[in-house]
């Protein structure tokens, strides 16, 4: 009986008082059981939440949203494109380096940011960048490695500008997925 008490306590001390003052109304909300369509609808879909899937040669527009200094008050401020120009497998003597991958495979990725939104917007992919496939979870995939004369992509995009760049990333095999900043745009890699 007690849980029954709470409830209705509960779900009265939540009305608005417009409708506290109805007790029948407070007794439907607590008989009623929930909509499944309504929490359905009230939660964000994964595909409004996430940016877009692309594969080598596609294109697609992000968002980029900014908080306030508490890290609350998310707002759109601008849109950033970006293009998978390429995705090449390599070992670690076609980068330059003596360090072997610890996920097990570089890949080196090529891609164009652009800022095709109104306000300036900022690209920064270490250590917000994860690969994961059916087998294995989500796993940071960024590294310190440089691919050479690369222009670099982190920095502030003005209105208009874009760089064409890569990545060294560490992925556990060919192919899955990458993931930018959970889910703001992800890049299926090729199995070969």
Do not use: H
């Not at 900014?66 to 390599?90: I, L, R």
């Not at 690969?131 to 979870?137: I, K, L, M, R, Y």
Request: with cysteine.
């Amino acid at each position: 009986m007690a849980p029954a008490i709470a409830v209705s306590a509960l779900v009265t001390g939540c009305m608005s008082s417009g409708t506290r003052d109805k007790p029948e109304a407070a007794e439907a909300a607590v008989e009623s059981p929930a909509d499944p369509v309504a929490e359905e609808s009230a939660e964000p879909s994964e595909s409004a939440s996430d940016g877009p899937s692309l594969t080598v040669g596609e294109s697609g527009s992000y968002d980029v949203v900014e908080t306030d200094e508490y890290g609350e008050n998310p707002a759109v401020t601008t849109k950033m494109q970006v293009t998978v120009k390429s995705a090449k497998y390599v070992s670690p003597s076609e980068i330059d380096t003596t360090n072997e991958p610890t996920l097990g495979q570089y890949v080196v990725l090529t891609l164009t940011i652009k800022n095709v939104g109104p306000k300036p917007g900022e690209f920064a992919g270490y250590g917000v960048i994860t690969w994961e496939d059916g087998d294995t979870a989500a796993q940071d995939a960024t590294t310190l490695e440089g691919v050479g004369d690369s222009p670099e992509l982190d920095t502030t995009y003005k209105p208009g500008q874009s760089v064409t760049g890569s990545l060294v990333l560490d992925v556990g095999a060919k192919g899955g997925t990458l993931s930018y900043e959970e889910g703001t745009f992800t890049v299926e890699l090729p199995t070969s």
